[in-house]
């Protein structure tokens, strides 16, 4: 893989002008783009298609499907339909995807979301030995591979104790990327790109840092960069 079929672009805009404007100016330098619940909420399964034809390769579609086992492969199967390379989903039951045909869509398994610290965990009620975040996500990794995914999303910081424990195949999707790990926002458990693809991520996510920049091409182009040094 290319560095740069290794950068997710978070699209987190409502509208279908903004969404194509920014696939149209980071198509040459993005390799995958992310379609999250704000845009898919607000434009509806019709924005893959505009998506596509500003010249998106790959699309994510990340919906974090939570649900009782039937409900979640019946989504699937209509997400997969779509056309889209990932989808991520909750995963809290063994085998739930079992003997499901969802084509060239690849299932990943969210862990433990990268705006939650350990008192986070701890105020939602998990025991002592799980509020450590690395310890939830290396559980929760085991429980989405059982699932049937074909990889996890998981912070940076615990990007190398994961793809130890589920080996070279898995994908091993990274947001919560902040370059220079520089950020004020809702996140909290962020690496730089460098430090996540050097621990092993198959892929990173990257939103703001992109979206807002003054020029987002550029910005994109240095986290490809980035991502190729390391």
């Given amino acids: 893989m290319q560095a740069r079929d290794r950068l997710i672009f978070a699209v987190d805009v409502p509208s279908v ?3 194509r404007r920014l696939v149209e100016l980071l198509k040459d330098d993005v390799g995958v783009f992310k379609v999250g ?15 596509r034809a500003a010249g998106a390769r790959e699309i994510f579609l990340d919906l974090k ?7 979640m492969r019946a989504a699937a199967r209509q997400a997969a339909a779509l056309g889209v390379g990932m989808l991520t989903c909750h995963c809290d039951q063994m085998a739930i995807f079992e003997g499901v045909d969802l084509g060239g869509t690849r299932l990943l398994g969210v862990t433990t979301l990268t705006s939650l610290g350990p008192e986070d965990l701890a105020a939602m009620g998990y025991p002592p030995a799980l509020q450590d975040p690395r310890e939830l996500v290396l559980r929760r990794a085991g429980l ?18 994961v793809r130890q424990a589920l080996g070279p195949q898995a994908l ?5 990327i902040r ?16 430090m996540a ?22 910005a994109a182009r240095r986290i490809v960069q980035e991502m190729a040094q390391a």
């Fill in 17 to 19: 002008a903004e969404a």
């Fill in 37 to 51: 619940l704000e845009l898919f909420v607000a434009q509806g399964p019709a924005v893959l298609a505009e998506l």
């Fill in 65 to 71: 499907l939570h649900d009782i086992p039937a409900t």
């Fill in 144 to 161: 989405a591979m059982g699932a049937g995914c074909a990889g996890v999303v998981c912070s940076g910081q615990e990007a190398a104790a």
């Fill in 172 to 176: 091993v999707v990274c947001p919560g």
């Fill in 179 to 194: 370059p220079g790990q520089a950020g004020d926002d809702d996140q909290k458990r962020v690496v730089s790109p460098a």
């Fill in 197 to 218: 693809v050097r621990a092993g991520a198959s892929h990173i996510v990257v939103g703001r840092p992109i979206r807002d920049a003054v020029d987002p091409a550029q």
